[in-house]
Each structure stands twice: as C-alpha cells, then as structure tokens.
Antibody, heavy 127, light 108 residues
C-alpha cells in the first residue's frame, strides 16, 4: 500500500527557517516523482514543484522558484520542502503527493496526475 | 501558464440530483491531461478522474467526466450525502501545472 506520511504541524516566526518532510512507503521510491502542493487558509490548491528521487531532477512552479527548496534523501525515502526565511503569507497547509509516471520517448519517467496524497502539514507563521 | 476557471461557484443541490461542474482552460490542455479531485474539510484531495474521463481506482460510476481542448465537465449522477465537497480540476499537460479555483457542491 502506497503511503505518504508528512511531518507534524509547525509554528514559526517571520524570518525563521523551516524544513518539512514527506516519507514514502509501499512502492519503489526512486522510480516515482513526488510533488508539493500549497493550500492557503480557505483557498484552493497550488502546485509548487516536483522532484524525481532517481536523479534529483527538480521542477518548480515559477511562483515558487527561489522561494522554497525541494530536496530528497533516498536513504530514508523522504522528500523535503524548505524555507530559508518564512513570511506570514507562507501560512498554509502543504501536501506532498505522488504523481503517476509514464516513460517518454527517451524512456525517462515524466510526472502525470497526482494519485496519492500525504495527510498535509499545517505551517503557521506568526509573530 | 494555463488558467483553469471552474463554474458554477457554489451550486446548491439535493441528494439524488445531478451535479454538472465545468472547467474551462485559457488554452488547450495537451493530450487531454486533465484530472479532477474531491476534497472534504480537513482532508487531503482525492483523485477522481484522470486523462479527462478515466475514473480512478475505487471511484463509483456515478462520477463521469468528459471534454476536450479547453472545455471539460465533471458530472455526478444521483448525489450521495458523501459527495458534498469541493471539486478541483487540474491540468498536468503543460508546465507549470495548474488547478482551478474549486467548485463547492453544497446541500440545498
């Protein structure tokens, strides 16, 4: 059974750093992309970026590039989302989700729709 | 960036009725790479439909979807109490991936 288990809720002050995690189980971790999706309070879903654990290929939404860092630790099947300096507007629930993959013409896995989701991590940034 | 606009905003329907949700894209969605998700309060989204019209595993057949190009539709026949939720469309054919703003199906 595919499982994505996220780290717990966090409260930070503006300007502080933060790293949240998403640990995967139940499938071959290196063979599938994992992405992050933001949901601000009372709002919709926003795609932040995806990472491929097989080679650490990372693709960011322009809205989030330079604002966050997505990384991976294959030894513990975990993907991270990191901020170096939080702002109040970063207050949101962050979901990790696993895209289904398909092989392109170069036999490289490309991400598809999200078929499995983590439970979400609430990040609150307040002074 | 492909902008997805969902309508109606918040339809009020009764159990047993049919819900018809629309998702319009600002440009053609490549290869019909359009998915629909359901989200209930306090829960993560759940995949309902991928590839415009394919139901995900375990999704009841009262959920159906269709569309092409820039216009897509999710239909829920005979609404059950558990179907009252927020529904999002999502295009994954062109980077950056985008979601619609959501349609909340509420109980009349």
């Amino acid at each position: 059974e595919v499982q994505l288990v996220q780290s717990g809720a966090e409260v930070r002050k503006p300007g502080e750093s933060l790293k949240i995690s998403c640990q995967a189980a139940g499938y071959s971790f290196r063979d599938h992309w994992i992405g992050w999706v933001r949901q601000m309070p009372g709002k919709g879903l926003e795609w932040m970026g995806n990472i491929y654990p097989g080679d650490s290929d990372t693709r960011y939404s322009p809205s989030f590039e330079g604002q966050v860092t997505i990384s991976v630790d294959n030894s513990i099947s975990t993907v991270y989302l990191q901020w170096s300096s939080l702002e109040a507007s970063d207050t949101a629930v962050y979901y990790c989700a696993r895209p289904r993959s398909y092989r392109d013409g170069n036999n490289y896995p490309q991400p598809y729709y999200f078929d499995y989701w983590g439970q979400g991590t609430l990040v609150t940034v307040s002074s | 960036e492909i902008v997805l606009t969902q309508s109606p905003g918040t339809p009020s329907l009764s159990p047993g009725e049919r819900a018809t949700l629309s998702c319009r894209a600002s440009q053609s969605v490549r290869s019909g790479f359009l998915a629909w998700y359901q989200q209930k309060p306090g829960q993560a989204p759940r995949l309902l439909i991928y590839g415009t019209s394919s139901r995900a595993t375990g999704i009841p057949d009262r959920f159906s979807a269709s569309g092409s190009g820039t216009d897509f539709t999710l239909t829920i026949n005979r609404l059950e109490p558990e179907d009252f939720a927020v529904y999002y469309c999502h295009q994954y054919g062109t980077a950056p991936w985008t979601f619609g703003q959501g349609t909340k199906v509420e109980v009349k």
